[in-house]
């Protein structure tokens, strides 16, 4: 049996799984990403997740790795500047992952961004398989995005192409982590909304954790200032993807990551708002709807880079 290897790293966590050719799950691990601590230590995290991974048999069948990463990367250089983990700039990721003691030595890591990751997934077996044209979008710790253009995922010269999280949609909006204002990510991301709804007067439950899915559950039950901090998402999300439709034109947009769990506490708001800015006939018609592989749609999309012949047809670099 062919195995394919697979690392998602993100502001939360640092995900890895086996994976068959099918992109079906044989084993999976996880670790908090320690995302203030230094280098060294969010080094150490991603050698712990291999180390769990190559203590399941399916590991002694490994052909390739793929790793997703927060971004930006460098597909390259092979290093990663994820915005939301401070630690790392310019990090050599994938020299990282090679000095992994269990890792064969015919096994060349691949990188690429986790939405590009994502969308690779999403446009081979989920909510956007049979779409030419589509924007898949992870909204969780950040905000990012890929596109499939003309029936191939686009991922860019460096693997950021699709980077939407950073798209300026308030002018006067709050500094985003990346220096500039008003990014998508400032607004939509799940840490905004909790800061958001927590600056209106929000609290959470005494003992529950003030993050983005204690404010989705306030605002089912019609808290008002969760709500609002999700409109304020919602809002930004439609004015970002608007864009992108009259640059590119859409026929699907698919969101997924942690904030997408909310459901129509999001996705009502984002389609209510995307009347307001997708105004131009040939900027309408498209369909919004939730990544169909939840959360392990990095890993899968991961595991696609580690594929000849899942990535091929998608455009997506392998080893």
Request: include cysteine; hydrophobic fraction near 50%; charge should be negative.
């Amino acid at each position: 049996m062919t195995v394919y290897g697979a690392l998602d790293i993100g502001g939360t966590k640092i995900a890895g799984a086996l994976l068959d050719g099918k992109g079906r799950l044989l084993a999976r691990a996880q670790r908090a990403t320690p995302a203030d601590r230094p280098a060294a230590d969010l080094a150490a995290a991603v050698m712990k997740v291999l180390d769990d991974l190559a203590a399941f048999p399916a590991w002694d069948e490994l052909s390739c790795m793929g790793i997703a990463s927060a971004g930006p990367v460098d597909t390259d250089a092979g290093t990663v500047s994820p915005v939301n983990i401070p630690g790392w700039r310019g990090f050599p990721l994938i020299d990282l992952v090679r000095t992994h003691p269990r890792l064969p030595l015919s096994v060349l890591p691949v990188l690429v961004g986790d939405a590009v990751a994502m969308t690779a997934a999403e446009h081979w077996l989920g909510a956007a398989r049979g779409f030419d044209n589509a924007l898949c979008m992870v909204v969780s710790t950040g905000v990012g995005g890929g596109l499939v253009l003309g029936g191939r995922v686009h991922a860019g010269r460096t693997g950021n192409a699709g980077h939407i999280g950073h798209i300026t949609v308030d002018h006067e909006g709050p500094r985003c982590a990346c220096g500039a204002p008003g990014c998508v990510e400032s607004l939509a991301s799940g840490t905004a909304i909790a800061a958001h709804a927590r600056a209106l007067g929000w609290t959470a439950e005494p003992g529950s954790p003030s993050h983005a899915a204690a404010v989705a559950a306030a605002a089912r039950e019609g808290d008002e200032r969760a709500l609002a901090a999700f409109r304020r998402s919602a809002r930004a999300l439609a004015a970002a993807i608007a864009a992108t439709a009259a640059l590119v034109e859409l026929d699907r947009v698919v969101i997924g990551g942690g904030v997408a769990q909310a459901g129509d506490v999001l996705f009502s708001p984002l389609r209510q708002y995307l009347d307001d800015y997708a105004v131009l006939d040939f900027t309408r018609g498209f369909s919004v709807v939730p990544a169909g592989l939840a959360l392990n749609a990095g890993l899968i999309g991961a595991a696609a880079t580690a594929s000849a012949e899942t990535v091929s047809p998608a455009g997506i670099p392998h080893c």
